[in-house]
Structures are given as C-alpha cells and as structure tokens.
C-alpha cells in the first residue's frame, strides 16, 4: 500500500536554528498538509496545501513557517529560528478526494520528532 | 474546536467486538463521519468514513444512527494491536481544505 515518508524520524536542533522537516506525499495526491502533536495533547492543523500554494493555515502557522514544494515530490515544513514551544511530533499527511485511502481517507506519515534544546 | 464527543478511554478483552461511540449532535448535512487511529508513537491511520449508510471495511465497520447525531465504530474482534487512541472526526465535504480537526479521541485497551 502506498506511503507517505518523512524524514528525518528524530531531529534534535538548538533554539534559534532553521530546521526542514522533510515528507514524500502519495504520488497521485493532491492536498498535502502538516500537522502537529505535542506530547500527550491532541494533534492540531498548521497548514493546507493545493495546486502550489497554501490552501489554508492555522494561527499556529506564523512567520516562522513555511512549506514549499521543491521538485513535485517532496513536500518540505520549515522553521526559520526555532522555539521550545517548537518541540513537538509533526505529521505530514497526503488527499486526493477522488481516490487515496479508501476515497477519501488521508494518508499520514509516521511523523518528526522534533526536539528544540 | 472538534465538534464530536468521545469517551476516554475503553477497555476490552482481546478476542471480543469493541464498540466506539461517538457522539456528533451539531452534524451538519455535509459532514462526512471519518475515523482515525493512533497506535503508540505512530501517526494516524486511516480506518473508515461514511456519511449515511453504514460502512464495512477490512478494518471495522461504522453504524451511524438514522438522524446522524451519533455513530459507532465496530472493532469484530479486537486484538492487542487494536489497541490505540481513536478519534471520531467530522470533515466538511464543502471545504475543498479537507483539513481535520481533533479532539482527545478514546484511548482503547486491550486485556489479552
């Protein structure tokens, strides 16, 4: 069955850094989206993505994110000088709402751990 | 804010169905029915999504009430792998965003 990659699985960086969080969506989907989990909380939306832009982003997603698509394939999250508060499992999931898991189900990568010191 | 109440937690024996209940008063006309689980430092899974009639797959099956304010997730025979948080999400078919919002979901145990 076809999956959603992510890489790396554990990123340990100082406060202040850039980190890229890094994800190979399902090739024929269409929407791709982060979200995060902070340990033992629920997982929240940051950001929606279609067609090359953002298609919708939360209030958690500010000037210190950014997501791009590179080359078609990779889906990458980017955090320009990073917090404690950073410190967090992000999850990169693929949709295609005409096909995809189950038509219409979203397909989730295993997730980052990121842990800013 | 989820718009969808869960229980907890569960538990049940391994080898027995498991019923999930999932609570969604506010459900509107396009709301499709998803759920979704999380094994122990694992990313969601996919299990099933209806929007009416009940639904079967390999997984589980979704009975969801005739006035589509509550729904069930029906495990047939939980195992210990079974065991995982789930989360009852509702998803606006008239947002092209797709994007899902969570609650704290029901953490299922599973007593071998």
């Known amino acids: 069955e076809p999956e959603v990659t992510q890489t790396p699985s554990h990123q340990v960086t100082q406060m202040g850094q850039e980190v890229i969080l890094r994800c190979v969506p399902i090739?024929?989907?269409?929407?791709f989206y982060w979200y995060r989990q902070i340990l033992g909380q629920k997982v929240e939306f940051l950001v929606s993505?279609?067609?090359?832009?953002?298609?919708?982003k939360s209030e958690i997603f500010d000037d210190q994110f950014s997501v791009e698509r590179p080359d078609g394939s990779n889906f990458t999250l980017k955090i320009r000088s990073t917090k404690l508060e950073d410190s967090a499992m992000y999850f990169c999931?693929?949709?295609?709402?005409?096909?995809?898991?189950?038509?219409?189900?979203?397909?989730f990568g295993s997730g980052t751990r990121l842990t800013v010191v | 804010d989820a718009k969808t109440t869960q229980p907890n937690s569960m538990e049940s024996n391994e080898e027995e169905p498991v019923h999930l209940p999932c609570n969604h008063s506010?459900?509107?006309?396009?709301?499709?029915i998803h759920w979704y689980r999380q094994l122990p430092s694992q990313g969601p899974e996919y299990v099933i999504h209806?929007?009416?009639?009940?639904v079967n797959n390999r997984m589980a099956s979704l009975a969801i009430a005739e006035d589509r304010k509550s729904s069930t997730l029906i495990l047939h025979r939980a195992t210990l792998r079974d065991a995982a948080v789930y989360y009852c999400?509702?998803?606006?078919?008239?947002?092209?965003?797709?994007?899902?919002?969570w609650g704290a979901g029901t953490k299922l145990i599973i007593k071998p």
């Open positions: 209806g929007l009416t009639s009940n």
């Open positions: 999931a693929s949709h295609n709402p005409g096909q995809g898991t189950q038509f219409g189900g979203y397909t």
């Open positions: 506010t459900i509107s006309g396009t709301d499709y």
């Open positions: 999400i509702l998803r606006d078919s008239s947002d092209s965003n797709y994007q899902l919002i």
């Open positions: 993505f279609y067609n090359n832009e953002i298609s919708e």
């Open positions: 090739s024929n989907h269409l929407y």
